[in-house]
């Protein structure tokens, strides 16, 4: 049982991921502020890390039950209009333990580019321009491959690329075909923002992941006086003293337990801190009252703006010789940046990624991944609560491509993909090149079981012993939608195969964003506190107004380090 008894913290901190971690680090080296840190899933101190972490498919395999949250689903696609809503929903993986996404993401170490922050500052969130935030990506990071103005050199998070020279074939073959188009070699994605090819920078040394727990949660920040960490720790709501935040009710192995704090910092991600403060009174007054919850503050923006990079994909089956090293510790290793020039819309705001394997199993071992995604996204989709269960998993609405900018975009990134696989310098690497989804036939068998090891290793084998048995496996359990020769035939069925298949890649962000206090739809201010209530602040990938062109790790990182030290200079 726990009892801390009278004690209130000087800060609670809900949620051990990518922002939580930088946090609890940061505030505690102030000897006299104490701080306690709740995670819901499990905390595994460095050292004793579970070596399926260090997996670029921890949250798709093996892992998933356990480091990810159960039942957790989203609708990607766009909303039907006066149709009825029958979108089916799929699995949205977030990391459930100590270090949050970065626990369970790819690795890829991308900051966004200077446009990204310079518009969060147009937005309304002052102090965020490039200008302001680049001191905080140098302070989190330490590259090894890059140094300059630019760059950190002593930053708990370590960077690495892998070069030419190590790239398996897909990578090669595609890299060439880009390379044969015009793009040039940009070699630092996080220095040089013109359009072109690069090695994707990974938070991955010497093949272990490093995550923000295994940076910031260090063993010697575990043993400061002033910091208290519990895991399993699931925040049921938030405590009020009439509009002041004054604590947090948590459920911890069936125990309920209220605590108490001078500040709350919900740093629980853009999925789980909306529904956090909705049940808690914080969010749209009408919604909130209809579902029986006491309104404390009528903030509209609460769970809106819900933004993410939408995309499509084709699959690769790969000739032996083009498959991914043994050894290599990601299969996303570099990537292409171009801008679609359409009116508008900042340079960089495309991206395709060859990825080197498909899925976990024997199947997806030998498939590679050609990932287009528009990399600057308009489209806004929204999280709500779940009517008669609001403690449980909340509704999560992507509604992508829903902006008529986004899928212009998406048309003719289609195109550039279908215009690369076409290529001789591409055709060399593979056998077969074909639409694909995440879709009822591939996840199937993309659940992690040891049956759906068996069946993909039979049909593995037979995929590579027969030309007959592997265009069968491919059209009859693998591809989805027309051949790309039909696709190519028609911007119309380019249009419906994307409004089938379209969805997002983990980078869940912006339902509860930085903006001026006459914004009705702003939730906090730049400095991550909640309008109408005190007490209480957010610091998690929910404040940014807008997705970076880039993965969110390292800007929520970044975002971690720059309210820690708001903080601290208060």
């Not at 069936?254 to 914080?282: F, K, W």
């Not at 269960?389 to 993909?417: H, K, L, Q, T, W």
Request: with cysteine; aromatic share 8%; glycine share 10%.
């Amino acid at each position: 049982m726990v009892d801390f008894g009278d004690k209130v913290f000087d800060y609670i901190i809900i949620g051990g991921g990518s922002a939580g971690s930088v946090l609890a680090s940061r505030l505690t080296e102030k000897s006299t502020n104490s701080v306690l840190l709740l995670e819901a899933g499990k905390d595994y101190p460095p050292g004793k890390e579970p070596e399926e972490l260090n997996n670029n498919f921890v949250a798709t395999a093996k892992g998933a039950p356990r480091f990810t949250w159960p039942g957790l689903s989203a609708s990607f696609l766009p909303r039907p209009g006066n149709a009825p809503d029958q979108r089916p929903k799929r699995r949205y993986n977030q990391g459930k333990v100590i270090g949050g996404g970065s626990s369970v993401n790819g690795m890829c170490a991308n900051r966004g580019l200077p446009s990204d922050f310079d518009g969060w500052q147009e937005r309304g969130a002052k102090g965020w321009s490039w200008e302001d935030v680049l001191p905080y990506f140098k302070k989190l990071e330490k590259d090894y491959d890059f140094d300059g103005p630019l760059h950190g050199e002593e930053g708990p998070i370590g960077l690495r690329r892998l070069f030419e020279d190590q790239w398996p074939g897909f990578t090669t073959a595609a890299i060439k075909a880009a390379k044969k188009e015009g793009w040039k070699n940009l070699k630092d994605q996080n220095a040089v923002f013109d359009d072109g090819y690069f090695p994707i920078p990974m938070n991955n040394i010497d093949g272990k992941r490093i995550s923000a727990s295994s940076a910031y949660l260090t063993n010697s920040v575990r043993s400061r006086q002033n910091l208290e960490m519990l895991d399993l720790s699931d925040v049921k709501t938030l405590i009020f003293e009439g509009r002041k935040v004054k604590g947090v009710r948590v459920n911890r192995l069936d125990e309920n337990i209220d605590i108490y704090a001078r500040e709350v910092i919900v740093c629980a991600g853009a999925l789980h801190t909306p529904p956090l403060l909705m049940r808690s009174g914080i969010g749209p007054g009408g919604e909130l009252t209809a579902l029986g919850v006491e309104v404390i503050a009528d903030r509209i923006g609460v769970g809106k703006n819900l933004m993410e990079h939408p995309g499509v994909n084709f699959g690769a089956y790969l000739k032996k010789e083009s498959r991914l090293t043994p050894g290599l510790p990601t299969h996303m290793i570099a990537a292409v940046r171009w801008s679609s020039g359409l009116e508008g819309v900042p340079s960089g705001d495309m991206y395709i990624v060859p990825t080197n394997r498909a899925a976990w199993h024997p199947i997806g071992d030998r498939m590679g991944i050609m990932q287009l995604w528009v990399n600057k996204s308009y489209s806004t989709g929204e999280v709500t609560l779940e009517a008669g269960d609001i403690f449980g998993e909340p509704n999560v609405d992507f509604n992508m491509c829903s902006d008529r900018r986004d899928m212009e975009r998406m048309i003719a990134g289609v195109r550039v993909m279908a215009k690369l696989c076409e290529m001789s310098e591409l055709k060399e690497a593979v056998l077969d090149v074909f639409p694909v989804s995440y879709g009822t036939r591939a996840r199937k068998v993309g659940v992690y079981s040891n049956w759906n090891r068996l069946q993909t290793w039979v049909g593995a084998q037979a995929m590579d012993a027969s030309p007959f048995m592997r265009r069968w496996i491919i059209e009859n359990m693998i591809a989805d939608g027309p051949s790309i020769a039909d696709l190519m035939q028609d911007e119309a069925v380019i249009e419906q195969w994307i409004r089938k298949t379209v969805l997002g890649h983990w980078h869940a962000s912006c339902t509860c964003r930085m903006g001026p206090e006459d914004d009705p739809s702003a939730v906090t201010d730049p400095a991550g506190r909640v309008y109408g209530v005190s007490g209480l602040r957010i610091c998690d990938a929910s404040i940014m107004p807008m997705v970076p062109c880039a993965n969110t790790n390292i800007s929520t990182i970044m975002i971690g380090e720059k309210i820690s030290d708001t903080i601290l200079k208060a």
